[in-house]
């Protein structure tokens, strides 16, 4: 033990080294059941707690109560540390309902400040404790004994105080800027579906429009160029598309039109997976593509973690990637969207993703790739018919996304103007990113201070630590005293221990 301290930092005047076990009530583990949505007894589990707090509303109850359920009760002032899922985060519980907490959680009594102990659990010392192999806790097997053994450093108990309140009154301030930096974040959200919007609606380019209303030939024939490119494409097989119904749809700019993706398009189909036809991945090959390698409007190459031999490449002949082909993922995240680039080929994608191929001389890639990135193509989903429980998007409903169309010269420009607008809110988001992580830093700094003891002065006049530390250690040994004779006939009405606060 005295190797131990030894080893750790020097602490100020007046302060300690402990364990968590020696401030605290033997730690325990919870009560394994299922969990049901409704009864009478709570059930806290780890994915309860990992949000930083509790919302006591949706946690489930118990399939199965303890056959003693006040050794399980959680009390007013409990601290519970996962185990495993999110392995080591904790949570002091507050005025809890009628609740146990489940086999992945170890519960500790604190028998100093519960506040203080459950700072110190969020605290860089903690964590590096947490993936400290000498020790022998390792993310994927903390336990309670090993918990127990994380050394903590104990200042008097009204320093405590004077820290826990030093550390509210600066979170306050972090808390309040960076919910600003999240409010702002989100108005950047909505400028850039604005910026579609009115885009969409001819808007952005009015000016430049009428500078060049006598160049610019009309959507209407555009469309026509598309339709015979389809005929061409079809060999014989292209079915004429009904009119679309424009009745509840807004008036557009002259030489604008409303159209379907169907129309504009030579192909609308989705992936396949190869192991549907028996053929397997391969360690290196051809990139095949999933929902997640679509980033920022891209295919993100580092994320690809499957791939396929050429022989297979040339057998999945639906699901080849050609460049300018608009990737919409159709399962799992709805709607996200990519362009294919010459450097992402050849590729292949799964059935979880639709591809868009059009005669790109007559539309802008780039600028259905926007539509298909808006609320436009998101509420023009949502007002198709759909059955119950249906979560994924079919072939049919990307095809009859309703979207405007502008002429050729407009649609280059418009993505000029978008993108000008968007570089510049990229901008102030990376900045916003970057405040945020330097708030983080400055939060997990001012833990640091504080369990260091340079965030708050001593008071020469405190008691120290150690005298504290002395009786917790008597208290712990008049209550082991005491249950020994009793063990048999010990009183289960109550597991809380006194804290010397």
């Not at 080294?17 to 730690?27: F, H, I, M």
């Not at 949706?58 to 899922?85: M, N, T």
């Not at 979880?352 to 790739?369: D, G, H, S, T």
């Not at 609320?375 to 990307?398: K, Q, Y």
């Amino acid at each position: 033990m005295r190797d131990e301290i030894d080893d750790l930092p020097k602490l100020p005047s007046g302060w300690i080294w402990t364990k968590l076990g020696e401030v605290a009530s033997d730690p325990q583990y919870g009560w394994t059941t299922s969990a049901v949505a409704d009864g009478e007894l709570h059930l806290l589990r780890t994915t309860d707690i990992t949000p930083g707090h509790v919302d006591w509303t949706s946690v489930p109850f118990c399939k199965d109560e303890p056959p003693d359920v006040a050794k399980y009760l959680l009390h007013d002032g409990d601290i519970v540390i996962s185990r495993a899922g999110s392995v080591g985060y904790s949570h002091l519980v507050k005025d809890p309902p009628k609740s146990v907490f489940a086999s992945y959680l170890i519960r500790f009594q604190p028998l100093i400040n519960n506040q203080y102990f459950a700072m110190f659990l969020t605290s860089p010392s903690y964590w590096g404790s947490i993936s400290d192999k000498s020790i022998g806790i390792a993310l994927a097997n903390v336990n309670a004994s090993k918990l127990k053994q994380i050394s903590m450093p104990l200042p008097p108990l009204p320093e405590q105080h004077r820290i826990l309140a030093k550390i509210e009154e600066l979170f306050t301030r972090l808390d309040t800027g960076v919910e600003t930096l999240k409010k702002i974040k989100a108005q950047l959200k909505r400028y850039r579906q604005a910026v579609l919007k009115h885009a969409f609606e001819g808007k952005l380019t009015a000016e430049w429009r009428q500078a060049h209303k006598h160049e610019l030939e009309f959507a209407s024939v555009l469309l026509d160029r598309i339709k015979q490119e389809r005929h061409k494409t079809a060999k014989g097989k292209y079915k004429e598309l009904p009119p679309l119904d424009t009745s509840d749809l807004s008036d557009l700019p002259d030489g604008w039109l409303w159209t379907l993706v169907e129309d504009v398009s030579i192909l609308v189909t989705k992936g396949s997976t190869p192991t549907s036809y028996n053929f397997d991945y391969v360690p290196d090959g051809i990139n095949f593509i999933k929902v997640e390698n679509l980033k920022n409007g891209r295919l993100d190459r580092a994320s690809i973690s499957e791939f396929i031999t050429k022989d297979t490449h040339d057998f999945l002949k639906r699901s080849q990637l050609m460049k300018d082909d608009i990737l919409f993922s159709i399962a799992g995240t709805i709607g996200k969207v990519a362009i294919v680039h010459s450097d992402d080929l050849p590729a292949n994608i799964n059935q979880a993703i639709a591809v868009i191929r059009c005669p790109w001389e007559f539309i802008n890639p780039c600028y259905l790739k926007l539509v298909l990135d808006s609320e436009t193509a998101r509420s023009s989903i949502e007002r198709r018919p759909r059955g119950v429980g249906m979560n994924n998007v079919s072939l049919g409903d990307v095809k009859n996304i309703v979207f405007s169309l502008p002429p050729l010269p407009e649609q280059h420009r418009i993505v000029e103007e978008i993108e000008r607008r968007f570089s510049v809110a990229d901008e102030i988001e990376k900045t916003l990113d970057h405040s945020l992580k330097q708030a983080e830093r400055l939060r997990q700094s001012i833990l640091k201070r504080a369990f260091e003891g340079k965030l708050v002065p001593q008071d020469s006049n405190d008691e120290p630590a150690e005298k504290l530390l002395e009786r917790i250690r008597q208290e712990r040994a008049r209550q082991q005293a005491e249950r020994k004779p009793a063990k048999s006939s010990r009183n289960k009405s109550n597991t809380k221990q006194m804290r010397l606060v």
